[in-house]
């Protein structure tokens, strides 16, 4: 296991079309980050599974915004309609349950909506 | 509401000298304190943590509830330091460790 990985690592797109982007998170892990990191600024959290389940969701995810973890393993992050604001990084993290559990980030996808 | 305040953007020292990277925090709870780092075309990593008390690669930091502070310190800066420094809270009631993130300072040693 060498990590988290995220796919693809950027992506052009024109303002309005759908993007969608894949995070692999560490094997043994049951809790699925999502962060954004715009120019500047920290990642800003997102939503976060455990296992299969999406038990949070920040405000700055809009409706045009979705996630998911079909079966507990990859994640899938969808935009609609992209437009030039989400022009960011997309960062994805993996940890155990434990309290504190230490969260290992991949290397982002990095999206330019044009 | 959480939230971590890095106040410098960018700290630049000379190798040996001293270095403090400041954090400050508001949380209405016991948060737990991070220092993440990344270096230069590297991800993200976790430093070090405050309840584990450790130093890792000569830093430390100390949990400060009076001053809700987690200031970031090492007594001499090496070269291989220059990075992007992050601290961050996770709450400790609910939220399933999320983190909330500073801005970032960016640290440059040098020679």
């Known amino acids: 296991d060498t990590g988290v990985s995220q796919d693809p690592r950027h992506k052009i797109t024109k303002r309005g079309q759908n993007v969608t982007f894949r995070c692999d998170p560490i094997s043994e892990h049951n809790r699925l980050y999502w962060y954004r990191q715009t120019l500047g600024q920290g990642p800003e959290f997102l939503t976060y599974f455990q296992n299969e389940a999406q038990l949070e969701k920040s405000r700055l995810l809009s409706d045009r915004f979705s996630a998911e973890r079909p079966k507990g393993s990859f994640s899938t992050l969808e935009i609609q309609r992209t437009e030039q604001g989400d022009s960011a990084m997309y960062l994805c993290a993996s940890s155990s349950t434990a309290p504190g559990g230490e969260q290992y980030f991949g290397p982002g996808t990095r999206l330019t909506v044009t | 509401a959480q939230r971590v305040t890095q106040p410098e953007k960018l700290l630049s020292v000379f190798k040996g000298a001293p270095v403090e990277l400041k954090c400050n925090y508001s949380?209405?709870?016991?948060?737990?304190l991070f220092w993440y780092v990344q270096y230069s075309r590297q991800r993200l990593q976790l430093l070090l943590r405050?309840?584990s008390r450790e130093s890792i690669k000569g830093f430390t930091a100390d949990l400060n509830k009076g001053e809700t502070s987690f200031h970031l310190k090492k007594p001499f800066a090496q070269e291989e330091d220059s990075a992007m420094y992050y601290c961050?809270?996770?709450?400790?009631?609910?939220?399933?460790?999320?983190?909330?993130f500073g801005t970032g300072t960016q640290l440059k040693v040098e020679l």
């Open positions: 405050h309840i």
């Open positions: 961050a809270l996770s709450a400790t009631q609910g939220g399933g460790n999320k983190l909330t």
């Open positions: 949380y209405s709870g016991s948060p737990e």
